[in-house]
């Protein structure tokens, strides 16, 4: 197993515009989560799935995030309308359920540049 | 309200010095304690995690980590550097109200490794 993969790594793109993140998992683990993190800032959450179910959104940033994982595989975040001050580096991690969901596998996240 | 302080933002250290790296936490109960690192590029990777019992405890590349309840403390250590460990580090506390594997994250120290 290669691990936590996200793409793309880099999007430039121009306020106003959508952008859509995936995220492909760890093959057995069926937890999957989402954060974001500014510059000189840790990681803060955003949301996450047990399987194909969304059991936690209300920290996503607004009602442009938003995010799926339609077959419990693979997840995609998606924020609309984008602002300047959505740019940062969107990491997804995951993990196996019980006390193993503290044991977070991170992928390598996309950089988000707005312009 | 919970929170995970990382006092130093930055820290140079040279190859072969010993290293520490301080975190404090405020949390109502006993929470799960964690130290990812992050090289540029990558994402997280955990390096040791406190649930219970013995209160040091080891981690990957050589690192340690002593939890203290009195001074809600869990300070990451390791006593010989390599250039390789220049990084940043993350202290992170799992939130053991919540069953799904929420984290509050430290702001991050900087380390870099003098020749």
């Known amino acids: 197993d290669t691990g936590v993969s996200q793409n793309p790594r880099h999007k430039i793109t121009k306020r106003g515009q959508n952008v859509t993140f995936r995220c492909d998992p760890i093959?057995?683990?069926?937890?999957l989560y989402w954060y974001r993190q500014t510059l000189g800032q840790g990681p803060e959450f955003l949301t996450y799935?047990?399987?194909?179910?969304?059991?936690?959104k209300s920290r996503l940033l607004s009602d442009r995030f938003s995010a799926e994982r339609p077959k419990g595989s693979f997840s995609t975040l998606e924020i609309q309308r984008t602002e300047q001050g959505d740019s940062a580096m969107y990491l997804c991690?995951?993990?196996?359920?019980?006390?193993?969901?503290?044991?977070?596998?991170f992928g390598p996240g996309t950089r988000l540049t707005v312009t | 309200a919970q929170s995970v302080t990382q006092p130093d933002i930055h820290i140079t250290v040279s190859e072969g010095a010993s290293l520490e790296l301080r975190c404090n936490y405020s949390y109502g109960a006993t929470p799960y304690l964690f130290w990812y690192v992050q090289s540029p590029g990558q994402g997280l990777q955990l390096l040791l995690k406190?649930?219970?019992?013995?209160?040091l405890v080891q981690g990957i590349k050589g690192f340690e980590a002593e939890f203290k309840r009195s001074q809600s403390s869990f300070n990451l250590r390791k006593p010989s550097v390599h250039w390789s460990d220049a990084a940043e580090y993350f202290c992170?506390?799992?939130?053991?109200?919540?069953?799904?594997?929420?984290?509050?994250f430290g702001a991050g120290t900087q380390v870099v490794v003098t020749p």
């Open positions: 991690a995951s993990s196996l359920g019980g006390a193993a969901s503290y044991e977070q596998y």
């Open positions: 799935f047990q399987n194909e179910a969304q059991l936690e």
């Open positions: 406190y649930f219970s019992g013995d209160t």
């Open positions: 992170a506390v799992g939130m053991t109200t919540d069953s799904w594997g929420k984290f509050q």
């Open positions: 093959s057995e683990h069926n937890r």
